[in-house]
């Protein structure tokens, strides 16, 4: 995504993009108004993308990869974590 470029990861409700993040962390950091996301882009080329909700579930991105978060619609997101590993 154009709005999206690297080292980035981009959160998205509907078109609107609301939070970006591009920090490799131990762990997760919050994503504030990013908590309703239905999607999220990952722009990073050889690091995954945790996403966390209030429930405990995670649903990891790969990279270079969009990842449609609409099928959790009751959830809320809580953390947001970049980690160097290539792959989920």
Same mark, same amino acid.
């Given at each position: 995504?154009? *709005? ?7 959160? +998205? ?9 591009? *920090?490799?962390?131990?762990? +997760?950091? =919050?994503?504030?108004?990013?908590? @309703?996301?239905? =999607?999220?882009?990952? =722009? $990073?080329? *050889? *690091?995954?993308?945790?996403?966390? +909700? =209030?429930?405990g579930l995670v649903v990891c991105a ?5 990842l449609n978060l609409s099928r959790y #619609?009751?959830? @809320?997101?809580?953390?947001? $974590?970049?980690? @160097? @590993? #290539?792959?989920?």
């Amino acid at each position: 995504r154009q *709005d999206c470029p690297y080292p980035y990861v981009c959160f +998205y409700q509907g078109n609107g993009k609301t939070g970006q993040y591009k *920090d490799v962390t131990s762990g +997760y950091q =919050s994503v504030g108004r990013s908590s @309703s996301a239905t =999607s999220i882009y990952n =722009s $990073r080329n *050889d *690091d995954v993308v945790y996403v966390r +909700y =209030s429930d405990g579930l995670v649903v990891c991105a790969p990279p270079k990869k969009q990842l449609n978060l609409s099928r959790y #619609p009751a959830k @809320s997101i809580t953390g947001v $974590r970049i980690s @160097s @590993s #290539p792959k989920c």
